[in-house]
């Protein structure tokens, strides 16, 4: 159970680093949430074989970690932890697809190899432009994006409430399931154990909420927050967003490897 | 369980994306109709306990293995469809962003599988019926378990369907149906047990808790009429887009045939590849055509594969070796301008910064 502590501390880190001031952390948090989406999509608009035409779109969650700060190590091993379900999928590929693509020297590499290698190439950027994007946003900037681009109140404000209270109830748990491991010799706990320890932690939340509630009406709560933020959406925005979707186009309309390739054979005769 | 980004076409993504936002949209209305102003922090808060009773394993009794609580019937039961929905969306937005599961193309396919079949039908339609006003210890447990395992069982095969018809693996239907449902039906089972006993916990200390949210899922006769309304439109949402998958079905079940007939006989790569040629040629021929088909490599393996060839042109090869020379001087290029960047922030201190 050392990994709550992990996954805890993880999750605090990301928080902190999202807390930054460059220039990345500075823009209106819509930019970014709509340039990310936008990512996402060109990346898994590719066809299953796709691996070459893949690999420049690394230029974006690359430039944006570098401008944001975000600790290289960081960010890829938060990747790395995340792969494995999309690889182990990937890996029937080979299995069930095993047509000879090409042969490099003597090797025949089949079709299955590259989507298998397209997959986790498109794991890689999708799962780490997500978690680019949080690191120079932050979670409540978020929230409040999705809100101004039309997410219904109600949710994001749920989601606010949520975020709030992760950290506290993350460690609410945390103390419970150690002063459970402590008392079981080293066994992973019996099922009834941990659904009564689950549900005394749900009872302690219910009144949280209940007290929570009251306090927020006692200060004059109307079912709104109200934060410093409020961010515009400048020639700095428009620039930004503007400037990634005409690169992705460019990026998916022509492959810049297949030109870079050739441009070296050329050079190289 | 947590569908990828990876495995996941823009119009299989975008699909689930328009049907779990139009879930969204109708819930929150709802939520907000209801006018039951403590709910909102209550899900929030119970949003975040989830995450934190997630995070506690437990061993799985005979197996040596360990589990733990996925958290969608139980939020369904505590908090009615609407606001567990809601509820499990903030979660799962939480998951993709800070955990990098899922992602946020897989965010729709999540949402409809992991939030819409327990809130809105292993919950109103099992739960609830299998359970009744005043269910038992017995009762209770037998409707937990059956919900949560039909709940599962569907999720599962949402992750499915939803992998098979974006083609980016070539998992083949059925072999995936075969791996997929057993597994989720032990966990499924595993997940009723758990989420019984919690309720039933609960239930000892508070039973006004499980009860309070009783009345919410059924104010009336008028509401449930809309909710049955609902339940329809989402039935034949969903019967739409299976049938249009299953109308590419037969096929990815003939290509399974084929290539598992086809296995055994390796050592005559011949017909082998041959039919894996002619499986993937309907392949191509049967899926739709996405908007952004055009490049080139894309018509040449159309091209390739069309006169049942079983070598590749020259030219494929050529371009397959400056590809890849070009793609990994494209790599290197992004992380220098990356790297050069980072020397240029660090080198320009900005007050407020992390250190």
């Given at each position: 159970?050392?990994?709550?502590e992990?996954?805890?501390?993880?999750?605090?880190?990301?928080?902190?680093?999202a807390?930054a001031?460059?220039?990345?952390?500075?823009l209106?948090?819509?930019?970014?949430v709509?340039?990310?989406?936008?990512?996402?999509?060109v990346?898994a608009?590719?066809?299953?074989y796709?691996?070459?035409a893949?690999?420049?779109f690394?230029i974006?969650?690359?430039?944006?970690?570098?401008?944001?700060?975000?600790?290289?190590?960081?960010?890829a091993?938060?990747?790395?932890?995340?792969?494995p379900?999309?690889?182990?999928?990937g890996l029937?590929?080979?299995?069930?697809d095993q047509?000879?693509?090409?042969?490099?020297?003597?090797?025949?590499?089949?079709?299955?190899w590259?989507?298998?290698?397209?997959?986790?190439?498109?794991?890689?950027?999708?799962?780490?432009?997500?978690?680019?994007?949080?690191?120079?946003?932050?979670?409540?900037?978020?929230?409040?994006?999705?809100?101004?681009?039309?997410?219904?109140?109600?949710?994001?404000?749920?989601?606010?409430?949520?975020y709030r209270?992760?950290?506290?109830?993350?460690?609410?748990?945390?103390?419970?399931?150690?002063?459970?491991?402590?008392?079981?010799?080293?066994?992973?706990?019996?099922?009834?154990t941990?659904?009564?320890?689950?549900?005394?932690?749900?009872l302690?939340?219910?009144?949280?909420?209940?007290?929570?509630?009251?306090?927020?009406?006692?200060?004059?709560?109307?079912?709104?927050?109200?934060?410093?933020?409020?961010?515009?959406?400048?020639?700095?925005?428009?620039?930004?967003?503007?400037?990634?979707?005409?690169?992705?186009?460019?990026?998916?309309?022509?492959?810049?490897?297949?030109?870079?390739?050739?441009?070296v054979?050329?050079?190289?005769? | 369980?947590?569908?990828?980004?990876a495995?996941?076409s823009?119009?299989?993504?975008g699909?689930?994306?328009?049907?779990?936002?139009?879930t969204i949209?109708?819930c929150?209305?709802?939520?907000t109709d209801e006018?039951d102003?403590?709910?909102?922090?209550l899900?929030?808060v119970?949003?975040?306990?989830?995450f934190?009773a997630?995070?506690?394993?437990?061993?799985i009794?005979?197996?040596g293995?360990?589990?733990?609580?996925?958290?969608g019937l139980?939020?369904?039961?505590?908090?009615?469809?609407h606001?567990?929905?809601?509820?499990?969306?903030?979660?799962?937005?939480?998951q993709a962003?800070?955990?990098?599961?899922?992602?946020?193309?897989?965010l729709?396919?999540?949402?409809f599988?992991?939030?819409?079949?327990?809130?809105?039908?292993?919950?109103?339609?099992?739960?609830?019926?299998i359970?009744?006003?005043?269910?038992?210890?017995?009762r209770?447990?037998v409707?937990?378990?059956?919900?949560?395992?039909v709940?599962?069982?569907?999720?599962?095969?949402?992750?499915?369907v939803?992998?098979?018809s974006?083609g980016?693996?070539?998992?083949p239907?059925?072999?995936?149906?075969?791996?997929?449902?057993?597994i989720?039906?032990?966990?499924?089972?595993?997940?009723?047990?758990?989420?019984?006993?919690?309720?039933?916990?609960?239930?000892?200390?508070?039973?006004?808790?499980?009860?309070?949210?009783?009345?919410?899922?059924?104010?009336g006769?008028?509401?449930?009429?809309?909710?049955?309304?609902?339940?329809?439109?989402?039935?034949?949402?969903?019967?739409?887009?299976?049938?249009?998958?299953?109308?590419?079905?037969?096929d990815?079940?003939?290509?399974a045939?084929?290539?598992?007939s086809?296995?055994?006989?390796l050592?005559?790569?011949?017909?082998?590849?041959?039919?894996?040629?002619?499986?993937?040629?309907?392949?191509?021929?049967?899926?739709?055509?996405?908007?952004?088909?055009?490049?080139?490599?894309?018509?040449q393996?159309?091209g390739?594969?069309d006169?049942?060839?079983?070598?590749?042109p020259?030219s494929r090869?050529?371009?397959?070796?400056?590809?890849i020379?070009?793609?990994?001087?494209?790599?290197?290029?992004?992380?220098?301008?990356?790297?050069?960047?980072?020397?240029?922030v660090?080198?320009?201190p900005?007050?407020?910064?992390?250190p």
């Amino acid at each position: 159970m050392a990994s709550i502590e992990g996954r805890a501390a993880n999750f605090r880190l990301l928080d902190q680093l999202a807390r930054a001031d460059t220039a990345i952390h500075r823009l209106d948090a819509r930019a970014k949430v709509v340039v990310t989406l936008t990512f996402i999509v060109v990346v898994a608009s590719f066809d299953r074989y796709t691996v070459a035409a893949l690999l420049p779109f690394f230029i974006f969650p690359v430039v944006l970690a570098a401008l944001g700060k975000l600790p290289t190590a960081y960010v890829a091993r938060n990747v790395a932890v995340a792969i494995p379900f999309a690889l182990a999928i990937g890996l029937f590929n080979p299995l069930f697809d095993q047509r000879v693509l090409f042969e490099l020297g003597s090797i025949p590499i089949s079709a299955g190899w590259i989507s298998c290698a397209s997959i986790v190439v498109r794991a890689v950027l999708t799962l780490s432009a997500a978690l680019i994007l949080i690191g120079v946003t932050g979670f409540p900037a978020v929230c409040e994006a999705l809100e101004r681009l039309g997410m219904p109140k109600v949710l994001a404000m749920q989601m606010q409430f949520l975020y709030r209270y992760l950290f506290v109830l993350i460690e609410d748990a945390r103390r419970s399931a150690r002063a459970l491991e402590l008392r079981s010799c080293g066994r992973l706990p019996r099922l009834p154990t941990v659904a009564s320890l689950i549900g005394l932690l749900l009872l302690r939340t219910w009144q949280r909420a209940d007290r929570i509630h009251m306090a927020m009406l006692a200060r004059a709560y109307r079912g709104d927050f109200h934060s410093r933020k409020a961010g515009n959406f400048g020639s700095s925005e428009v620039a930004f967003v503007a400037g990634w979707m005409a690169l992705f186009a460019l990026l998916r309309v022509y492959d810049a490897s297949q030109l870079l390739g050739a441009l070296v054979e050329r050079a190289l005769p | 369980m947590h569908m990828a980004d990876a495995l996941l076409s823009p119009a299989v993504g975008g699909t689930m994306w328009a049907v779990s936002t139009g879930t969204i949209a109708y819930c929150s209305k709802k939520v907000t109709d209801e006018l039951d102003e403590r709910k909102v922090p209550l899900m929030g808060v119970l949003g975040a306990f989830l995450f934190a009773a997630q995070m506690i394993n437990f061993s799985i009794p005979g197996t040596g293995s360990s589990g733990h609580l996925g958290g969608g019937l139980l939020l369904a039961i505590l908090l009615g469809p609407h606001a567990a929905f809601l509820t499990i969306a903030s979660v799962l937005l939480v998951q993709a962003l800070f955990f990098a599961d899922g992602g946020l193309l897989a965010l729709g396919c999540n949402l409809f599988n992991l939030g819409f079949f327990p809130a809105f039908i292993a919950y109103p339609l099992i739960y609830r019926k299998i359970a009744g006003q005043r269910p038992g210890q017995m009762r209770l447990s037998v409707a937990a378990i059956v919900a949560a395992t039909v709940g599962l069982q569907l999720g599962a095969f949402g992750v499915v369907v939803e992998t098979v018809s974006s083609g980016i693996s070539s998992l083949p239907f059925s072999t995936f149906v075969l791996f997929m449902q057993p597994i989720h039906l032990a966990i499924g089972i595993v997940e009723g047990v758990v989420t019984a006993a919690i309720v039933s916990f609960v239930h000892r200390a508070r039973p006004e808790l499980i009860s309070a949210a009783r009345p919410t899922a059924t104010p009336g006769q008028q509401s449930l009429r809309k909710l049955l309304l609902a339940f329809l439109v989402g039935a034949m949402l969903t019967g739409g887009l299976f049938s249009w998958f299953a109308s590419k079905d037969p096929d990815g079940l003939e290509w399974a045939i084929a290539q598992v007939s086809g296995e055994a006989e390796l050592k005559g790569p011949e017909q082998g590849m041959h039919a894996a040629l002619a499986a993937l040629q309907d392949r191509i021929a049967i899926l739709p055509d996405y908007a952004f088909r055009k490049n080139e490599a894309q018509i040449q393996d159309n091209g390739g594969s069309d006169g049942n060839g079983d070598a590749y042109p020259e030219s494929r090869l050529g371009s397959s070796v400056s590809g890849i020379v070009g793609g990994l001087l494209a790599l290197l290029l992004a992380f220098l301008i990356g790297f050069l960047l980072k020397k240029r922030v660090r080198r320009m201190p900005r007050a407020g910064g992390l250190p």
